[in-house]
């Protein structure tokens, strides 16, 4: 919608007024997102044999099922009274980050288990295949989803974490 310029603007300026629809993240978030898989070790894009990407579709953190489940998470670990939390190892750290995206996962293309095509059901196994290990440059395969899953900019189509 065109409307006049404001006061302090000059006269013959007119302003568009900006949908701000476009800035839906948590509809955008519920849709889920493309994530192209990176090697764990070099960080290049992962192709399969036929050069199509390797994908995991992740759902955003805003939404509402990710949010509930880490809601649920976090009742848990409060009703279990954890005395040690203050010397969690990396180990400990990456459960509890697998744990926190396996609700995330709508699905895998062109990832396999062997001969069969990964499904959501697969979750667990595939952030599990590598895990934390604090090296500059190197990221496990939950660490990627993680930081893909918690952007904005992965949903809201402003650019790419790929």
């Not at 007119?14 to 960080?43: C, Q, W, Y």
């Not at 992962?46 to 992740?58: A, E, K, M, N």
Request: hydrophobic share 35%.
């Amino acid at each position: 919608m065109v409307r006049p310029s404001s006061p302090n603007e000059p006269r013959n300026q007119r302003i568009i007024d900006m949908d701000f629809n476009k800035f839906d993240s948590v509809s955008a978030a519920e849709s889920g997102a493309d994530l192209h898989l990176k090697h764990p070790a070099t960080m290049e894009p992962l192709y399969g044999d036929d050069g199509s990407p390797c994908i995991v579709t992740l759902l955003g953190g805003e939404a509402s099922a990710v949010r509930a489940a880490l809601r649920d998470m976090q009742k848990k670990r409060a009703a279990q009274e954890d005395d040690d939390k203050d010397e969690r190892t990396l180990e400990d750290i990456h459960e509890l980050l697998v744990e926190g995206l396996i609700p995330r996962v709508v699905g895998f293309k062109n990832v396999f288990r062997g001969s069969k095509p990964a499904t959501k059901k697969d979750a667990d196994w595939f952030f599990n295949l590598n895990r934390l290990n604090g090296q500059e440059g190197e990221e496990s395969f939950a660490e990627q989803a993680s930081k893909f899953s918690s952007s904005r900019e992965a949903y809201l189509g402003n650019g790419s974490l790929n």
